[in-house]
C-alpha cells in the first residue's frame, strides 16, 4: 500500500511513541498528520513514557529480551550516581 506525503495520517496518543512517530513521519515530508490525544496536555499525563512511576522487569518469554533488561538495568546502576539519585528507586 502507497501512502502520498499529502495524505491524511492520524496518530492515536501524545506520548512519547505518537510524538515521535509524528516528528519523524513530518521529518520524512508527511504534511496531514494529526495527533489525537485524551489529555489536555503534551506530553499526555497519560502516556507510558511520561510519568513517575517505571517498572523495569528481567522477565520476558524470550531470552534476548531478558538479557536486555538485566543489561539495561546493571548500565544504569553503574551510571546513576553521576545522573541523579532521584531518577530511581529499589523497591525490592
Same mark, same amino acid.
Given at each position: 500500500?502507497?501512502?502520498?506525503k499529502?495524505?491524511?495520517i492520524a496518530?492515536?496518543? =501524545? ?8 516528528? +519523524?513521519?513530518?521529518?520524512?515530508g508527511?504534511? @496531514?498528520i %494529526? &495527533? ?12 507510558? =513514557?511520561?510519568?513517575?512511576?517505571k517498572?523495569?522487569?528481567? +522477565? ?6 531478558t @538479557?536486555? %533488561? &538485566?543489561?539495561?538495568?546493571q ?5 546513576l550516581p553521576?545522573l ?9
Amino acid at each position: 500500500m502507497h501512502i502520498s506525503k499529502d495524505d491524511p495520517i492520524a496518530i492515536i496518543g =501524545g506520548g512519547a511513541f505518537g510524538l515521535s512517530t509524528a516528528l +519523524e513521519l513530518s521529518n520524512t515530508g508527511y504534511t @496531514n498528520i %494529526a &495527533v489525537f490525544e485524551k489529555d489536555g496536555e503534551i506530553p499526555s499525563r497519560w502516556s507510558a =513514557g511520561n510519568d513517575l512511576n517505571k517498572i523495569v522487569r528481567a +522477565e520476558y518469554e524470550d531470552e534476548f529480551h531478558t @538479557n536486555l %533488561a &538485566v543489561v539495561s538495568s546493571q548500565h544504569q546502576s553503574r551510571h546513576l550516581p553521576y545522573l541523579s539519585t532521584s531518577l530511581s528507586s529499589s523497591s525490592g
